[in-house]
């Protein structure tokens, strides 16, 4: 078997992972009454439950095959196909919440999975320096901040599904910094795993891991699982392909065609996650997540 192939089946076995995980968080999540977004206190109760305890072994076994596949493959391989997983979180979840499939979701998702796939494929990122200067993570902190602001403040007054989606996006935002971090500290990690300790990236890592796991649970308490999982899944390497680029100064091909590819392939995610705002949602405003009885 071929590296490749071995991406591939690695690459598949995570997003069934990350589906079960995800679903089985999204269905306990629900249960729980809507807490603002970043209130640590609905962490502290969901981790009463559990199932959402038991979510953890496969979001963990996920994790080891993303590694995995991403040792084996590209991102322009691993990153699409992670994208599958959500084909199967959208039953599973339904099935735990007791309510029917919608087929808008799965049109939505696939619309977004095209998009992340084409825009991949097309950018072709090349590798830059290994660890960005403190100017480039004060240039990423400019645009992540204030665009962490304006979702999580938008999420306060919107509707279910549209602030799921906001959630969503600050969720994938965060998820994308945290793993740019752990990146720059990969060869710390190989050689010196005590020095971490010493380094401020390990702090801010921890910091924004458990934030962005927060809003994951918020996202979640607010619709169908594929609206803001949706948004998570193509926030998340969207956003690492943007600091790659702006503070690891990786490349992307810009040339020609390609560059049409991308602005398609942008439009494309953009109006998945619109319509993922727009959808219907199945909580009712102002009553506690869990509280209705089956969708319609």
């Known amino acids: 078997m071929n590296a490749n192939a071995i991406a591939v089946v690695a690459a598949l076995g995570s997003a069934a992972a990350f589906a079960v995980g995800a679903a089985l968080e999204q269905s306990e999540a629900k249960q729980e009454e809507r807490a603002p977004p970043l209130d640590p206190r609905l962490l502290l109760r969901l981790l009463h439950r559990p199932r959402w305890l038991l979510a953890w072994v496969p979001e963990g076994v996920g994790t080891a095959l993303q590694a995995?596949?991403?040792?084996?493959?590209?991102?322009?391989?691993?990153?699409?196909?992670?994208?599958?997983?959500?084909?199967?979180?959208?039953?599973?979840?339904?099935?735990?919440?007791?309510?029917?499939?919608?087929?808008?979701?799965?049109?939505v998702v696939a619309l977004g999975g095209a998009g992340l796939a084409a825009f991949l494929l097309a950018a072709q990122p090349r590798p830059g320096i290994a660890e960005p200067s403190v100017a480039g993570w004060l240039g990423v902190a400019l645009w992540a901040g204030p665009l962490l602001a304006v979702c999580l403040i938008s999420a306060w007054c919107a509707g279910n599904s549209a602030r799921a989606v906001l959630l969503g996006i600050a969720s994938g935002l965060l998820y994308g910094v945290a793993a740019s971090l752990l990146k720059a500290l990969t060869a710390e990690l190989s050689t010196h795993p005590l020095g971490i300790f010493t380094r401020g990236q390990t702090y801010a890592l921890v910091v924004v891991g458990l934030a962005a796991v927060i809003l994951n649970q918020n996202a979640f308490q607010s619709s169908r699982i594929a609206v803001p999982l949706m948004a998570i899944t193509i926030v998340d390497p969207a956003v690492g392909v943007a600091i790659g680029v702006t503070a690891f100064h990786e490349q992307i091909d810009t040339d020609g065609p390609r560059l049409a590819i991308q602005v398609i392939a942008v439009l494309a995610m953009v109006s998945a996650i619109w319509l993922a705002s727009t959808t219907r949602s199945d909580i009712r405003q102002g009553r506690p997540a869990g509280a209705n009885g089956p969708g319609p």
């Open 68 to 107: 995995v596949a991403l040792s084996f493959g590209p991102l322009i391989l691993v990153e699409p196909l992670l994208i599958t997983g959500l084909f199967l979180a959208i039953p599973l979840a339904a099935a735990l919440n007791r309510r029917r499939v919608h087929p808008r979701d799965y049109g």
